[in-house]
């Protein structure tokens, strides 16, 4: 199962962009990377899935390069209420391998 | 409303006291699964269930058990709870197995203290 890697934590500013990159050097050829939002006390909740190149929905973008070894997880135009943990997900035969995600703060 | 419950959502038991935790989902999702949360550690998988009477161990199933006799249930069992069992606990469904382009629900938490 690949394993993931993210930064710890990230500071933003209130209608920036954020970007928070995932590192999956071991993805297998079958995998999707999925992309999960936890707010303190609750389950996490899902914010986007992609297997290759750019995936958008109405809350954020998924950019994944050619080799998938890595994913980049887009929120434009953050607010406060988008202080959370983002965990990136890279899903296995029937496992699911969460790391200990990117904790973001979005600064007023 | 579609959504995954969980009980008790807070409990506090004894060393050795047998306990269940209840995970139901009404969404005829074929896979579910429990994780544990701790501070610094993330989420790690306990068990999994891919179908009902079909279940697997996740990175952390020791110390727990669980079954799968109805496709909406799946209970998280813990025959002699320890303190290092003291976590937050989350249930999640999905309607098809990993791997594919499915997403997991999940609900709202059981946090388990053990004394």
């Known amino acids: 199962l690949a394993k993931t890697t993210q930064p710890i934590s990230m500071d933003s500013y209130e209608g920036q962009e954020v970007n928070i990159t995932c590192s999956h050097n071991n993805i297998a050829t079958n995998d999707y990377i999925t992309w999960y939002q936890q707010f303190p006390s609750q389950g996490p909740r899902f914010i986007i899935q992609g297997y290759k190149t750019k995936v958008t929905n109405e809350v954020a973008s998924l950019f994944i390069p050619a080799d998938r070894k890595s994913s980049t997880l887009s929120l434009p135009r953050v607010s406060l209420s988008d202080t959370a943990v983002y965990y990136c997900?890279?899903?296995?035969?029937?496992?699911?391998?969460f790391g200990t995600g990117t904790r973001l703060k979005v600064l007023a | 409303e579609a959504q995954v419950t969980q009980n008790p959502r807070y409990l506090i038991t004894v060393t050795g006291k047998k306990l269940t935790v209840t995970c139901s989902q009404n969404m005829n999702h074929e896979y579910m699964s429990w994780y544990r949360q701790d501070p610094g550690l993330g989420l790690r998988q306990i068990y999994y269930?891919?179908?009902?009477?079909?279940?697997d161990k996740g990175d952390v199933p020791e110390g727990y058990k669980v079954s799968r006799k109805e496709k909406r249930n799946f209970p998280l069992i813990l025959e002699s709870p320890s303190p290092n069992q003291t976590s937050l606990y989350f249930c999640?469904?999905?309607?098809?197995?990993?791997?594919?382009?499915?997403?997991?629900?999940f609900g709202p938490g059981t946090r388990l203290t053990v004394t």
């Open positions: 999640a469904s999905s309607p098809g197995l990993a791997g594919g382009p499915y997403e997991q629900y």
């Open positions: 997900l890279v899903s296995g035969t029937y496992k699911y391998i």
């Open positions: 269930s891919m179908n009902v009477e079909v279940t």
